[in-house]
């Protein structure tokens, strides 16, 4: 089945991304947003975003292969970039997004529908629930939740054959990894279809044949982030410190807390309440190893942060201050 029309529900940081990805490489693609609120809210990021591609593009020209750290695989290959086509490409992608409110005219026709709305579960099973009987026959639908198995909404779907998950890494232009994975009753049919729409938008699709909690990456990632801020819950160190023992020590280019601000505050905050509350989130031996975490001291700390409006690199502030390029104030 090849895609045309692609609508993407929600507008937030991998929301904005995965729309203005998908329009780079020639899609029709609208954005469905709650309120005019979240058009004022959305509009900046495709604004920056759009900012960041222009800049990505500049600097693969230097780039002296597809390994080289400034080429970004998600906006050309290497044998054939051409800087000028591909920057018209971004502006194009940019300049004819979509913005809808209307979501019965959103999803109409819409081959596939991309959820990429916070990680509340109310929030999805109601928008899934809404969208079921607007959508056509044909439209497959996907979430994009970092943290919610997607067979908790199969039901909400309406579509259980039509409906699995494809998860985005942040800055996918230069981070081009999908992961794909079914629920028990996705149909091979609509698996594959995913897989080769994600090879359409320059991702590497991984396969995730199981459905399994965090997927492949953040089955990795999100215990790591959560020591880091166990460690600062429990007055052990600073944000800086702790993103400093991991960078120093491991040549990693971020800490746990430069990872916090790029995901967002509240978001975090969505984690850690699913990793506490939800025992099948994690192996019986990482559920073990984490009991002694101070999930209480963490959910605190991020309050604290997101009532004082520090919500993360998109505000501008989080647990670091960002100039207008999301580069750290020092």
Request: aromatic share 10%; charged share 25%; with cysteine.
């Amino acid at each position: 089945m090849a895609f045309k029309k692609i609508v993407v529900a929600g507008g937030g940081v991998l929301g904005s991304q995965i729309a203005l990805q998908t329009a780079y490489w020639g899609y029709d693609v609208t954005i469905w947003l709650r309120s005019e609120s979240s058009i004022g809210r959305c509009q900046p990021k495709l604004d920056k975003f759009e900012q960041q591609y222009l800049e990505a593009i500049e600097g693969m020209k230097g780039a002296e292969s597809a390994n080289d750290p400034a080429w970004c695989a998600g906006l050309a290959d290497f044998d054939t970039f051409d800087a000028d086509e591909c920057a018209a490409r971004a502006r194009k992608a940019h300049d004819g997004m979509k913005l809808e409110l209307d979501l019965a005219k959103a999803v109409a026709d819409a081959d596939l529908v991309i959820e990429s709305m916070a990680e509340v579960a109310d929030q999805k099973a109601d928008f899934f629930k809404k969208v079921a009987p607007l959508m056509p026959e044909k439209t497959i639908i996907v979430t994009n939740s970092s943290s919610l198995l997607p067979s908790q909404f199969t039901k909400d779907t309406g579509r259980p054959d039509r409906y699995l998950a494809l998860h985005f890494a942040n800055s996918i232009w230069k981070h081009n990894v999908t992961e794909v994975m079914v629920q028990s009753e996705t149909s091979d049919a609509s698996f594959q279809a995913v897989l080769e729409f994600a090879r359409g938008i320059h991702m590497q699709p991984l396969p995730v044949k199981k459905e399994k909690a965090g997927y492949l990456l953040n089955s990795q990632l999100v215990p790591w982030m959560l020591s880091g801020l166990d460690l600062l819950a429990n007055g052990i160190s600073d944000p800086e410190s702790i993103d400093k023992a991991w960078t120093s020590g491991t040549g990693a280019p971020k800490g746990p807390f430069q990872v916090f601000d790029t995901v967002g505050l509240t978001t975090a905050m969505n984690i850690v309440d699913q990793y506490q509350k939800v025992p099948g989130i994690v192996t019986p031996l990482l559920r073990k190893m984490m009991l002694p975490y101070n999930f209480k001291g963490m959910k605190a700390v991020l309050q604290k942060y997101i009532d004082e409006g520090k919500l993360g690199m998109a505000a501008g502030e989080g647990f670091y201050k960002y100039d207008e390029n999301g580069d750290i104030i020092r």
